[in-house]
């Protein structure tokens, strides 16, 4: 076997290997990714990151938890001329998939729309339906 290898390869085995002048040598990372798997299907590494993706569901309030947050709200209006700030709570529904997440915010009320039911904190709008905790800290 070794001398079929001589006998079509002698005259390049021992010769000292080639390092060009003009290209720079290919760096170990690009060297590397040349031997990397290729996307045989792609977007599927996404699609299995989105199905891992945890999403919250959404716990509705019971009667005096929703009364609770309308009299806090109600309280609000009533005392427009002060600025008020709040921490509220609330729900958003994923895009993609059922559920959603709930996320905290602090910030000072500039309006709430009764007609729309939407309260406007600094320059967040909030569904007032999606609160699920409100909390008024001392005024400005």
Do not use: W
């Amino acid at each position: 076997m070794e001398n079929e290898s001589y006998k079509y390869y002698g005259d390049i085995i021992n010769r000292p290997r080639h390092i060009s002048s003009i290209h720079a040598p290919m760096s170990i990372m690009n060297r590397a990714a040349q031997f990397a798997p290729f996307a045989a299907l792609p977007g599927h590494s996404q699609s299995v990151t989105e199905a891992a993706r945890q999403t919250e569901t959404y716990l509705s309030l019971d009667e005096e938890e929703k009364e609770r947050i309308n009299c806090i709200l109600q309280s609000i209006i009533y005392n427009t001329a002060d600025a008020c700030k709040v921490s509220i709570k609330y729900f958003i529904e994923d895009e993609r998939k059922s559920g959603g997440r709930y996320i905290k915010t602090t910030g000072v009320v500039r309006k709430i729309d009764t007609y729309n039911k939407v309260i406007l904190l600094d320059n967040i709008k909030i569904n007032i339906e999606d609160i699920v905790d409100i909390i008024i800290h001392d005024n400005m």
